[in-house]
């Protein structure tokens, strides 16, 4: 069964304070890894894809990176307006999976002034 | 650039009274999605559209049905509602592109009582 953890929960921070949000999964084969951001009340927003192994994105202060087992997305330096939940998702490969994904709980990151 | 919208944002049903969740997308995408995403279990899917006159089943089917009559709308019906279903309502569709973002409506607040 294709299974999505992350980790932590829940992470509070002082703005300025760089960190990281972590994603394991287990999945018979990676077609491609997904990070999004939801805001209260309202849907996920897309972030990053990763496909392979040692693939890192960036944009503004937010880098995400790829193995085997877990992706990373570090936070660096991060602001009051980066508070948000994060969500990691796997899509499985195959010519059946029709782009459909997989989801973690989330990490709920908060940025105090 | 209206992208997914979902109507209605809010609803109160009783159990057993049925209804539907419309899901618009303007971008002209193959594939559409309807998720629930509940407190500490992430975003589930429901069922899924890889085209017009297409649907299948996803992760937690059970007490829903869908339609896709035209390619920009996607139905999800609750036929008997339980509070079970309680939940928030997602509706996202695809796009084709290398990065196979997912755009997400701002979801509908579904309460069964």
């Known amino acids: 069964e294709d299974q999505v953890t992350q980790s932590p929960e829940a992470l509070r921070l002082q703005e300025g304070e760089s960190s990281s949000l972590n994603c394991s999964y287990t999945v018979s084969g990676l077609r491609g890894l997904f990070w999004y951001r939801q805001d209260p009340g309202k849907g996920p927003e897309f972030l990053f894809t990763?496909?392979?192994a040692g693939e890192e994105k960036e944009k503004e202060r937010l880098k995400a990176t790829l193995t085997k087992k877990e992706s990373f997305l570090h936070i660096t330096a991060p602001k009051p307006e980066d508070s948000a939940t994060y969500l990691c998702?796997?899509?499985?490969?195959?010519?059946?999976?029709?782009?459909?994904?997989?989801f973690g709980q989330g990490t709920i990151l908060t940025v105090h002034p | 650039n209206a992208g997914v919208t979902q109507t209605p944002k809010f609803r109160v049903l009783k159990t057993g009274q049925s209804m539907t969740l419309l899901c618009a997308q303007d971008?002209?995408?193959?594939?559409m999605y309807w998720y629930r995403q509940d407190p500490g279990m992430g975003l589930r899917l429901i069922h899924y559209?890889?085209?017009?006159?297409?649907?299948a089943k996803g992760e937690v089917p059970d007490g829903y049905n869908v339609s896709r009559l035209k390619k920009q709308n996607f139905l999800l019906g609750l036929e008997s509602a339980a509070p079970s279903q309680t939940s928030v309502y997602f509706c996202?569709?695809?796009?084709?592109?290398?990065?196979?973002?997912?755009?997400f409506g701002s979801g509908t607040q579904l309460s069964v009582l």
């Open positions: 990763l496909y392979s």
């Open positions: 998702a796997v899509q499985v490969a195959g010519g059946t999976s029709y782009g459909k994904l997989t």
């Open positions: 559209s890889v085209g017009e006159g297409t649907t």
């Open positions: 971008m002209n995408h193959e594939y």
């Open positions: 996202a569709s695809r796009s084709a592109g290398p990065e196979e973002k997912l755009f």
